[in-house]
């Protein structure tokens, strides 16, 4: 399970900009708190959110992304598994 820590957000944003995405944090009215542009491959946050409502959502975008795991380093694999699983134990 993720913690809910500047630190975890970071590590998030790390992993997709590794994988090729952009994250940005823009006010807005969404449902979510995030959203995929998928044609720029870029990932907006709603920036009034509190930290908690943006990891979950940038959590939950990850997991409906194709990532190409070979771009990712160890940690990052460990961490994009770690999210995939959690799915799964859902």
Do not use: P, W
């Amino acid at each position: 399970m993720l913690t809910n820590t500047a630190h975890t957000l970071e590590k998030l944003e790390t992993l997709l900009k590794t994988a090729g995405y952009k994250v940005r944090y823009e006010k807005g009215n969404f449902k979510t708190n995030a959203c995929l542009l998928q044609s720029s491959r870029m990932i907006v946050v709603n920036k009034f959110s509190n930290l908690e409502s943006k990891i979950q959502a940038v959590t939950e975008l990850i997991r409906q992304l194709d990532v190409d795991v070979k771009l990712l380093d160890d940690k990052q694999l460990g961490l994009l598994n770690q999210i995939k699983q959690t799915e799964l134990e859902l």
